[in-house]
């Protein structure tokens, strides 16, 4: 799994907090934004599907490997409407078969390619994310 964080106030959320997925649990915006930067940069994703955790959308290579792109938020019940920066997280994870895990197939260029992309376009945003220290990619 690839990890990265960010403080912005670029993707705050726009319905009140009883619409989000539990409080403080925001990420519909970012994952609607990345979504849509991604296919401008021609990797196609679906639309965002919300989860307990934040909101994720899902990418399918050309050879049939699924990797869910989860975009949450690190925040306390109510810190998204301050109009403050708030912590972001995004994560990339493959789905790899029990077959590819017996045989070691790796997605890592994969996931790295998916990753290079997703800076870029934060870094276009004008946010510099960075990689948390504790990361770990697993295969």
Not at 52 to 65: A, C, K, R, Y
Not at 82 to 105: D, E, N, Y
Not at 112 to 126: F, H, P, T
Request: include cysteine; charged fraction near 20%.
């Amino acid at each position: 799994m690839w990890q990265i964080e960010f403080s912005s106030a670029e993707f705050l959320p726009v319905l009140p907090e009883h619409c989000q997925g539990n409080p403080g649990v925001y990420g519909f915006e970012l994952a609607w934004w990345l979504a849509t930067s991604l296919a401008a940069r021609d990797l196609i994703t679906s639309y965002p599907m919300g989860e307990d955790w934040g909101w994720l959308i899902e990418h399918i290579n050309p050879s049939g490997t699924e990797f869910t792109i989860g975009c949450a938020s690190m925040a306390d019940e109510g810190e998204g409407y301050a109009q403050q920066p708030i912590q972001w997280s995004i994560f990339i994870r493959p789905h790899t078969s029990l077959k590819q895990r017996l045989t070691g197939v790796s997605h890592d260029a994969e996931v790295q390619r998916i990753a290079q992309v997703i800076v870029a376009a934060l870094r276009e945003k004008g946010i510099a994310p960075v990689e948390p220290p504790a990361q770990r990619r697993t295969p």
